[in-house]
């Protein structure tokens, strides 16, 4: 017998072979798109968190008494949902910003609710002069 293979193309074999080896290819391809997704996920929430931090700043500043030496204020944000702690205090004993007088750190630290979540942290120095009593 003789068989004569006039068809053209290719057998369901080859062709479920050729799609495999794609889909090998591929595969780590889409892993590495959802992880590039997720970072940048994360870095949006963290920015967001930082933006916050700023804005929860100033207005924390604007709250506290202007003789006040010391201050904390704490505020919660719906979204991202978001704990803020605001610190007001003369500069650490350490620093070489303590030499001089009047020198105070802000600082607001927001995190998430839940452990895995990024944190954003501000910090600001500000001078306030000893106002002389009258």
Do not use: C, W
Not at 51 to 79: D, N
């Amino acid at each position: 017998m003789h068989f004569k293979n006039n068809k053209k193309g290719f057998s369901l074999i080859e062709g479920m072979i050729a799609i495999a080896i794609v889909g090998m290819i591929l595969a780590p391809m889409f892993l590495l798109e959802t992880n590039v997704f997720n970072a940048v996920a994360r870095i949006a929430e963290r920015f967001h968190r930082i933006l916050l931090s700023k804005q929860f700043l100033f207005t924390a500043y604007k709250e506290q008494p202007p003789e006040a030496k010391e201050f904390k204020l704490e505020g919660k944000e719906e979204t991202p949902l978001s704990m803020m702690r605001y610190s007001f205090a003369p500069v650490n004993k350490k620093s070489s910003l303590a030499k001089l007088q009047g020198m105070f750190q802000q600082e607001v630290i927001t995190s998430g609710i839940d452990a895995t979540s990024p944190e954003g942290k501000a910090v600001q120095f500000i001078y306030k002069s000893e106002r002389p009593q009258s």
